[in-house]
């Protein structure tokens, strides 16, 4: 069965330390692979998203996310981190099946707390 | 309007009781999308919607759960008899594009912000 695995759940990071979020999928055919964001108090939002094309996929406030498809996986990194980068962040995999039927799984998300 | 919203915000019920969600999408967004989000888990897909049609109600968790959408707009999820492990954050998202008619579309998902429910 499909799956998308976020192997950290929790990361403590200072301000200006490299952040790097692992995200890992099951499946060898067609897929569209977002990063999503959930900062304290608001709504899930979109940080990125990989269709096609480059595989190294810029986002807003500075991250970025890595497609190596011979892994399987969607890091999402960023050079230096500030406090206001505290929050819940998603992977989410659509695996696209022939005949056109897509299916989604979000992977269970990593909580990223930034210390001053 | 401006983005997706979701009432209630908040419900506390009892065991056993029915509960009604609302989400309303953003305006023109033809596609409509159901999670549920337990503590310390991600987010679990439960239905999907092109128009007013559910191509897809494979990941509702049992037939206590339904849902329905309306004039391509709002939509509801409708919990029946609840039970405790239905506590949870329900999560309503829109996307601008429908899928294939069998399924949900590629496009980018703009969330509302959920409905805490907790079952007493």
């Known amino acids: 069965a499909q799956s998308v695995s976020q192997h950290n759940h929790h990361v403590i990071l200072s301000e200006a330390a490299s952040l790097e979020l692992g995200c890992n999928y099951s499946?060898?055919?067609?897929?569209?692979l977002f990063w999503y964001v959930q900062y304290p108090g608001q709504h899930l939002q979109l940080l990125l998203k990989y269709f096609s094309g480059d595989p190294l996929v810029k986002g807003i406030k500075g991250f970025e996310a890595e497609f190596i498809k011979s892994k399987f996986s969607f890091n999402l990194r960023k050079p230096s981190v500030q406090w206001s980068d505290t929050a819940e962040y998603f992977c989410a995999v659509i695996f696209t099946f022939s005949g056109g039927y897509n299916k989604l799984i979000f992977g269970a998300g990593t909580r990223l707390a930034v210390h001053p | 309007g401006a983005g997706v919203s979701q009432s209630p915000s908040n419900k506390v019920t009892e065991k056993g009781k029915d509960v009604e969600l609302r989400c309303d999408p953003i305006?023109?967004?033809?596609?409509l999308y159901w999670y549920r989000q337990s503590l310390g888990q991600g987010l679990e897909f439960l239905i999907y919607f092109q128009g007013n049609s559910a191509p897809d109600k494979s990941g509702l968790p049992s037939d206590r759960f339904s849902a329905e959408r309306t004039g391509g707009s709002v939509s509801t999820l409708t919990i029946q008899r609840t039970q405790q492990e239905d506590s949870a954050v329900y999560l309503c998202a829109s996307s601008q594009n429908p899928g294939q008619p069998i399924s949900l579309s590629t496009d980018t998902q703009y969330f509302g912000p959920g409905t805490r429910l907790t079952v007493l």
């Open positions: 305006s023109g967004h033809t596609a």
């Open positions: 499946y060898g055919g067609t897929v569209n």
